[in-house]
């Protein structure tokens, strides 16, 4: 008896609900495409993963993220000499490029410096 009720009430909602699910599905399509681009932060993780992959450096940290024309541009500190102390590290900044979809393009690095160096102040 009571799956003849909830076939019965989805009877008379289902003009009303005919009427507004392909306003449903509409939304969610747009939602979902935009969920299937990737974040900022999943795009530097991809940037860092395929850098350390083609590399073998050790990423430090992620300094910088910019959208370009062509996908995204990210900045990422890099050890590439460890030393003791470990002020006295030579360190690295790699330019990355990856697509929208996160897929490396290019890398080069941009520059090296100690550590214990302060850059711009």
Known sequence: MTQPR??????????DHATSEPARKSTRSSAQRRDSR???AQLARAAVEQLIEISGVEAESVS??????????????????HRIPDATSVMASYQVEVDD?????????????YRNQAGEV
């Open 101 to 113: 979809n996160g897929v490396l393009q290019s890398y080069r690095r941009a520059q090296r410096y």
């Open 64 to 81: 910088g993220l910019e959208r370009t024309d062509d996908g995204w541009s990210v900045r990422v500190e890099v050890v590439e000499v």
């Open 6 to 15: 909830k076939r019965s009430a989805r009877s008379t909602g289902s003009s």
């Open 38 to 40: 990737p974040s900022p």
